[in-house]
Nanobody
């Protein structure tokens, strides 16, 4: 059984920074990629950032502000978020996938419970 546990969410003023972390346990050896998604109130969940062993991807609106890092040995993935904007407010979810075919922006089968990020203007 796979478990993903996020931490590091909270409240910050616009322009500030937060760092999200995710610790994975269970059959983590099957993970090809890990990433972050978010869901704002009234909106669908959307891709934010992901990292496999050979590639990294970001949502256009966060590139240059957010940085994803992954420690395969420790089964962790982090998201450093700088220059935060009110529109970044959402519940952020850690995710993992085992599929090695296809873009790493989709097709995730393992999900954490989510952590709230609130950015005030």
């Amino acid at each position: 059984q796979v478990q993903l546990v996020e931490s590091g969410g909270g409240w910050v003023q616009a322009g500030g920074s937060l760092r999200l972390s995710c610790a994975a346990s269970g059959r983590t050896s099957s993970f090809y990629a890990m990433g972050w998604f978010r869901q704002a109130p009234g909106k669908e969940r959307e891709f934010v950032a992901a990292k496999s062993g050979i590639s990294t991807a970001y949502k256009d609106s966060v590139e240059g502000r957010f940085t994803i890092s992954r420690d395969i040995a420790k089964n962790t993935v982090s998201l450093q978020m700088n220059s935060l904007k009110p529109e970044d407010t959402a519940v952020y979810y850690c995710a993992a996938r085992s599929a090695i075919v296809g873009p790493i922006t989709t097709s995730y089968e393992y999900w954490g419970q989510g952590t709230q990020v609130t950015v005030s203007s």
